[in-house]
C-alpha cells in the first residue's frame, strides 16, 4: 500500500513538471510574441522613409540577442555563481540539460524545465533590448544596434537579473530564511526592474550619446516629425498588451501549490493597470493640459502602467493595480514632457513608458505588496517565524519597511551598474566603428531605406493628400492612394479645376509674371493662412520625388527665385512662409513638415514654402513664381557636433533627396 501511494506521489510530481514546462513555453510564446507588437508600434512611430530599417533592427534584437543570451547570457543569469554573477552552464552545457537514452522520466522532467526556462527567460531579455531599438531609432547605425543589444542580451540584463530572480543573488527574495536583504529580499515579481528599468535606462543613454535627430530640436524648440501610423501605433499596442498576460501571469513559474492563485491575480491586476494608465493619460491631455487627444500618448499610458504593475502583478490587491496605473499615466504625461525641455529625443517615448514606469513599479511594489501573498510567493521570510512575512508600507504588516529598503537599495545598483556599463559600452563601439554611432546626415535626410536596406518600402503606391482653398475661403481636402508617379499628375489637374471654378480670382495678384499668377497659388507642404482670396493647392505627400520638376517647368524653372540662398543673417516672416536667422547655437528652424536643419556649425541657410506674399520684408523676391520646396544649407565645413560627422559646404536636398537645381533647370 505504502509503495503505490509512493508512486503515485511521483508520477503527480512528474506530471506536475509537464503541466509546468507547458506552462512556461505558453508564456514565453506570449513573451516572444510582444516582438510583433514593438515592430508594429516602432514602424508607426517613425518615417514612411525609415520601415525596413525599424523591422531590420527589430529582427536584429531576436537574433543577435538569442546567440548572445545562449552563448553568456543564460550562464550570468541561472549559473551556479555568487550574488553578484552565475559563472555556469555557458552555451547550455551544464550537465542537466543533457540526458542519455536510458534517463528515467525525472531526468527527463528536470532537463525539460531547463529548456524551458532558457527559452522563458530569453523572451524576457529580448524584451529589455528591444526597448532601445524604438528609442533610437532614424539615425542610429544598425551595426553598433546589433553589437549594443548583443550586450544588453548577454551581459548586462543577465547580471541585474541574477541578483533579483536567481537563487543566490544578493537582492534575492528565493535567498534562504534568515539571509535575505533586509529580511525580505527586493520584491519584482515579474519585472518592473530587472526588464524596464534596465532596457529604458539603456535607451536613455544611448539617446544621449548619439543625440537627436536632425530637425527635432531647433533652438531649444521640439518640432514634431512624420510618424507613418497611428493604426500601426495602436495595434502594436494592443499586441503588448496581449502579450503581457505572459510576462505577469507565468512570472510565478508553475501551476503547483499557490501558483495559480497568484497568475490569475496577475491577470486582473494587469487588465486594471493599463486600463488606468491609459484613462489617467487621457484625462491628463483633454482637462488638465487642454491639448487634442492623441492615440499615442493614451497608448503610451496604456504601457506605462502595463510596466509600473509588473513589479508586483500577482502579489496586490485589485484596487491598487488601479492606483499604481493611474500615477503611471500621470507620470508618463510629466516625464515625456520632461525629456523634450532637457533636449532628449526618444522616438516612441521608451524612456518615459519603460524607465520612469519601472522606477515607479519597483517603489509601487514596496508600497502595496501584501503579506499573504509575499508569503505564498516568497515563504517565510525569517527562520524560525512562520507567522510573520513581509508586506508594503501601506499594508501594515510588522515589517512594512523591509521591502521598502531592499528595492531602493536594488534600484540605485542597477542605475549605477546599467548607467556606467551602458555609456562605457557605446563609446567602445563607437571606437570600434571608427568614431560615429549614426549614420550620415545626408542617409538620415534621405532615409535609411534608400541608403541601407535596398530602397523604400511602399514603392508602388503612396497616400497623397490634396488640400485646396475655395475663393470664398472654404477648405477641403481629398485623400487617395496614386502611383508613385501619378501624383503630380493629379495636383496639376485639381489646381486647373480649382482654377477653372475661382471665376478669375487668382489674377489679383500685384506683380504677376508672364506665367500667370496661378503659377504663384501653386503651395507645396507647410499650410499658412491665405495673403488672398484665391484658389490654391497644397500638395502634401510623403514621396514627392516626381512633383517637383513638374510643378516647376511650369512655374518657370528654378531660376526665377522661387528657392532663396541666404547668405547672411536671413530673412524672416510669418505664416509658414519665411526664412530664418542663424541662431546662437547653430540650428536653423525648419518650417511645420519640414523635416528640420542639420545641427553644428552655424547654419545659413532657408526652406522657402512657396513664397507668395507681395510684402518685401518677408519675401526677398515677391514676383517670383512659387514652385517647390528645397532645403538649403551652407554651413561651415568641418565637424557637424560631438559624431564628428562632415558634409559638403553646400547641401541641397528635395524630401530628402540629394538634388541639384541649376542641373535640373538646365535640362528642361
Not at 551595426?143 to 534575492?172: Q, R
Not at 501584501?370 to 517565510?380: I, Q, S, T
Not at 514652385?627 to 559638403?648: C, H, I, K, M, Q
Request: aromatic residues 10%.
Amino acid at each position: 500500500m505504502g509503495r503505490h501511494l509512493m508512486q503515485d506521489a511521483v508520477a503527480t510530481s512528474e506530471s506536475n513538471a509537464g503541466l509546468d514546462v507547458l506552462f512556461m513555453l505558453f508564456g514565453a510564446a506570449l513573451v516572444f510574441f510582444m516582438q510583433v507588437g514593438f515592430a508594429l508600434l516602432e514602424v508607426g512611430s517613425v518615417s514612411i522613409r525609415n520601415t525596413k530599417n525599424t523591422l531590420f533592427k527589430n529582427l536584429l534584437d531576436v537574433c543577435c540577442g538569442a546567440v548572445s543570451f545562449y552563448l553568456f547570457g543564460y550562464g550570468f543569469l541561472h549559473g551556479d555563481g555568487d550574488g553578484f554573477v552565475g559563472s555556469s552552464d555557458f552555451a547550455l552545457s551544464g550537465g542537466a540539460f543533457l540526458v542519455g537514452q536510458n534517463a528515467t522520466v525525472a531526468e527527463t522532467a528536470s532537463s525539460a524545465t531547463l529548456h524551458a526556462r532558457f527559452f522563458f527567460a530569453f523572451s524576457f531579455a529580448a524584451t529589455s533590448a528591444t526597448i532601445v531599438s524604438g528609442a533610437v531609432a532614424e539615425r542610429f547605425l544598425f551595426k553598433a544596434y546589433a553589437l549594443y543589444t548583443a550586450v544588453i542580451t548577454g551581459f548586462l540584463y543577465p547580471i541585474v537579473a541574477h541578483w533579483v530572480w536567481s537563487n543566490d543573488g544578493w537582492a534575492s527574495p528565493f535567498l534562504l530564511q534568515g539571509n535575505r536583504l533586509f529580511d525580505s529580499g527586493a520584491v519584482d515579481y515579474a519585472g518592473a526592474l530587472v526588464v524596464h528599468v534596465t532596457g529604458g535606462l539603456a535607451a536613455l543613454i544611448a539617446c544621449v550619446v548619439v543625440g537627436p535627430r536632425v530637425g527635432r530640436f531647433n533652438a531649444g524648440i521640439p518640432m514634431l516629425l512624420p510618424m507613418q501610423s497611428p493604426v500601426f501605433q495602436t495595434a502594436g499596442t494592443m499586441f503588448l498588451w496581449f502579450g503581457w498576460y505572459g510576462f505577469n501571469c507565468v512570472a510565478v513559474g508553475t501551476l503547483d501549490g499557490h501558483g495559480p492563485l497568484l497568475a490569475a491575480k496577475a491577470a486582473v491586476s494587469t487588465t486594471l493597470a493599463a486600463a488606468a494608465g491609459g484613462c489617467a493619460v487621457m484625462v491628463t491631455d483633454t482637462y488638465l493640459l487642454r491639448i487634442k487627444a492623441e492615440p499615442r500618448r493614451m497608448n503610451n499610458g496604456i504601457l506605462c502602467g502595463l510596466v509600473a504593475v509588473s513589479g508586483c502583478a500577482g502579489l496586490i490587491h485589485p484596487h491598487n493595480a488601479l492606483v499604481i496605473g493611474t500615477v503611471a499615466g500621470f507620470m508618463y504625461v510629466k516625464t515625456s514632457g520632461a525629456l523634450l525641455v532637457w533636449g532628449i529625443d526618444d522616438v516612441v517615448d521608451a524612456v518615459p513608458v519603460h524607465f520612469f514606469g519601472g522606477v515607479w513599479g519597483i517603489l509601487a511594489s514596496a508600497l502595496f505588496v501584501n503579506e499573504n501573498d509575499y508569503v505564498l510567493r516568497y515563504g517565510y521570510p525569517v527562520l524560525g517565524d512562520s507567522t510573520h512575512g513581509s508586506c508594503g508600507v501601506f499594508m501594515g504588516c510588522s515589517s512594512w519597511g523591509a521591502i521598502l529598503g531592499a528595492n531602493i537599495m536594488l534600484l540605485l545598483s542597477t542605475v549605477g551598474w546599467i548607467g556606467v556599463t551602458c555609456y562605457v559600452s557605446l563609446h567602445l563601439i563607437k571606437k570600434i566603428l571608427g568614431g560615429s554611432l549614426r549614420v550620415p546626415v545626408n542617409h538620415e535626410l534621405k532615409g535609411m531605406d534608400a541608403s541601407a536596406h535596398g530602397g523604400r518600402s511602399y514603392t508602388e503606391f503612396q497616400t497623397t493628400v490634396f488640400t485646396f482653398k475655395t475663393p470664398g475661403g472654404g477648405e477641403h481636402s481629398m485623400e487617395m492612394r496614386v502611383r508613385a508617379g501619378d501624383a503630380a499628375k493629379f495636383a496639376m489637374a485639381l489646381s486647373e479645376v480649382m482654377e477653372n471654378s475661382s471665376s478669375g480670382s487668382l489674377n489679383s495678384t500685384p506683380g504677376n509674371s508672364g506665367h500667370g499668377s496661378r503659377r504663384n497659388s501653386q503651395r507645396m507642404p507647410g499650410k499658412s493662412s491665405a495673403t488672398q482670396s484665391d484658389s490654391r493647392m497644397v500638395f502634401q505627400a510623403e514621396d514627392l520625388d516626381s512633383i517637383p520638376a513638374a510643378l516647376a517647368a511650369r512655374a518657370g524653372g528654378v531660376g526665377n527665385g522661387s528657392v532663396s540662398h541666404v547668405s547672411g543673417g536671413g530673412s524672416h516672416g510669418d505664416g509658414g512662409n519665411v526664412a530664418y536667422k542663424a541662431h546662437s547655437r547653430g540650428v536653423t528652424p525648419p518650417m511645420p513638415g519640414s523635416g528640420g536643419s542639420i545641427p553644428g556649425s552655424p547654419v545659413h541657410g532657408s526652406r522657402h514654402h512657396a513664397l507668395a506674399s507681395a510684402d518685401p520684408g518677408l519675401n526677398p523676391n515677391p514676383n517670383a513664381p512659387a514652385s517647390f520646396s528645397l532645403t538649403v544649407v551652407d554651413e561651415a565645413s568641418g565637424s557637424l557636433g560631438p559624431s564628428g560627422r562632415n558634409s559638403p559646404a553646400i547641401s541641397i536636398t528635395k524630401d530628402g533627396e540629394p538634388f541639384d537645381p541649376f542641373d535640373d533647370a538646365a535640362r528642361r
